[in-house]
């Protein structure tokens, strides 16, 4: 077993985190990755299926106890949990949850941060100004504040395929006008850096996908392609990436072509996580690139209509975890 932790942020407390936290740490306690959850010990003790929990100080306990109990970095809720009920009174603790689990992956204490699911729409009511943990963590860590290129990019990664986004949570409505050759520019370079850095790949190959039908069709079925996305392509080519595109987005993500490229580039979100989640909804994991800590998570949401019934599969939290252990592992010796 390693000498270092990951930390895992709790999540929606009224969703599947607590459940399928116990069950990760029930299938990973003999041989790790470690993990120190942040969170609500009580809650997790009731709500873990009776795993063996116990209150930890911090990452060097967590990782002394993990072979025998679920160690908790105790930030206790302040309001009762009803599973499958979202409630934004619960906010501010899932808020500082994270925010904890980041700053110890910032310090240095743990080797990366794993969150589970929140839903975002009770943060929202309690005044939580951010779209998901994406952009949370960008603020926490001031990546916005580097040059770029730089994160946030969010990743989706199943089997054979990762896709990237340019936007992440931004209504279909608006994603034309938030294109711009800037934003691919900055996601391709942030999307080939950490295909070499945290996926191990010398020569990353990256292919764009056009946002249009037939990737516009020669600008009779919309004018990104030619006004944005290929100037954009041809920048990256330029700066020595190993990119095709813009290529029709329907033809993208089959098998054959799958094995051509490392990373797809998506322009919206359903066009990434769409494919990823018919090809291995199970085991896709989210990774946040760009970041200067470690980011990975489950690529699916707080399931409210399950919670509480010991139907949830922990499969794509033990992948997140896995990933982000990895990714530290690479990190740590590039
Ligand atoms: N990383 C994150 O924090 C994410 C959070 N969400 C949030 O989750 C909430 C619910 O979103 P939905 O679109 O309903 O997606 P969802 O992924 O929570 O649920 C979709 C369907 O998949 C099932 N499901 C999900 N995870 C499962 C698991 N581990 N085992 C067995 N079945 C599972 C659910 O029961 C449901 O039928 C939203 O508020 C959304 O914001 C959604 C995606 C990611
Ligand atoms: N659909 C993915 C998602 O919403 C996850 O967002 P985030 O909370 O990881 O930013």
Not at 49 to 55: E, L
Not at 292 to 307: E, K, L, M, W, Y
Request: hydrophobic share 50%; net charge neutral; charged share 15%.
């Amino acid at each position: 077993m390693k000498t270092t932790a990951l930390a895992l942020s709790a999540g929606d407390p009224a969703g599947i985190g607590p459940e399928i936290i116990a069950k990760a740490w029930s299938a990973l306690r003999a041989e790790g990755p470690s993990f120190m959850v942040v969170g609500d010990a009580q809650l997790l003790a009731s709500a873990g299926g009776g795993v063996k929990v116990r209150a930890v100080t911090g990452p060097v306990e967590a990782i002394k106890v993990f072979g025998q109990a679920l160690p908790v970095l105790d930030i206790p809720l302040q309001a009762p949990v009803v599973a499958g009920k979202p409630s934004s009174a619960h906010a501010a603790q899932v808020i500082r949850w994270i925010e904890t689990g980041a700053g110890l992956a910032l310090s240095g204490a743990v080797t990366g941060l794993v969150t589970a699911p929140i839903a975002k729409a009770p943060l929202y009511d309690a005044g939580f100004a951010f779209p998901g943990h994406t952009e949370f963590l960008a603020e926490l860590t001031h990546v916005g504040q580097r040059q770029a290129p730089h994160g946030p990019i969010m990743m989706l990664a199943a089997r054979d395929l990762r896709a990237t986004l340019v936007t992440i949570h931004t209504p279909l409505s608006a994603v034309p006008a938030a294109l711009s050759i800037e934003a691919i520019v900055n996601a391709g370079l942030v999307t080939v850096e950490a295909l070499r850095k945290d996926f191990g790949i010398a020569v990353p190959r990256l292919a764009v996908a056009a946002l249009n039908p037939h990737a516009g069709e020669a600008g009779a079925l919309g004018g990104e392609e030619n006004a944005i996305i290929e100037p954009a392509v041809r920048v990256l080519r330029d700066l020595g990436v190993q990119v095709r595109g813009p290529a029709p987005a329907d033809s993208l993500f089959h098998a054959e072509a799958r094995a051509t490229y490392d990373a797809v580039l998506c322009m919206y979100h359903d066009q990434a996580l769409i494919p990823v989640k018919m090809l291995d909804f199970w085991a896709g994991v989210n990774v946040t690139l760009g970041l200067p800590i470690v980011r990975t998570s489950p690529d699916h949401g707080t399931g409210f209509d399950i919670a509480g019934r010991g139907l949830a599969r922990a499969d794509s939290l033990i992948a997140a975890i896995r990933l982000a252990a990895e990714i530290a592992d690479r990190r740590s010796i590039a």
